[in-house]
């Protein structure tokens, strides 16, 4: 049984994207993606194109084993098993595919990808920001600076 602040919580349904849209918007993500490399790291287009290209066969094959396999795995999960898979020492074509994707400059990928994921946010997720008041800010300052604090001594200690 639901308790109040359960069932506070509780919206409607948000909407699911189908296999086209994902698809579609994965599409998009790499052309961003690439004017992001091409800014950060300086590589044009044409020398990044097929490290995005490999990229987007990666998720694309992630999205189809999470579709037609499902389970409890998100599609992340199957996206990065393929990617470890196919980078593996012995796997076929992973020294070229490796090289290729050296054109790709990681906090240039990472830069749109974090500012997709600061605009997803749901509707359940501020409806319990909102419950959660001064109490979920108040931890969420004392954990950065405690990691910051932390990895600051580990770096310290060990550099």
Do not use: H, R
Request: aromatic content about 10%.
């Amino acid at each position: 049984m639901m308790n109040v602040n359960e069932m506070d919580l509780k919206t409607e349904d948000e909407p699911v994207l189908g296999f086209k849209e994902n698809i579609i918007l994965t599409v998009i993500f790499c052309g961003i993606a690439l004017m992001s490399n091409w800014a950060g790291s300086g590589n044009s287009f044409i020398t990044a194109l097929p490290g995005m290209a490999i990229l987007f066969v990666m998720i694309l094959i992630g999205m189809t084993l999470k579709k037609f396999i499902g389970g409890p795995l998100p599609t992340v999960a199957w996206v990065s098993i393929v990617s470890v898979i196919c980078t593996l020492p012995g796997f076929p074509f992973s020294d070229a595919m490796l090289e290729q994707l050296k054109t790709l400059s990681f906090l240039s990928l990472a830069t749109p990808v974090l500012a997709y994921a600061a605009m997803a946010v749901t509707n359940m997720e501020v409806n319990l920001f909102k419950q959660s008041g001064i109490k979920i800010a108040i931890v969420s300052l004392l954990v950065f600076t405690g990691t910051y604090v932390g990895s600051a001594l580990v770096a310290e200690a060990f550099l």
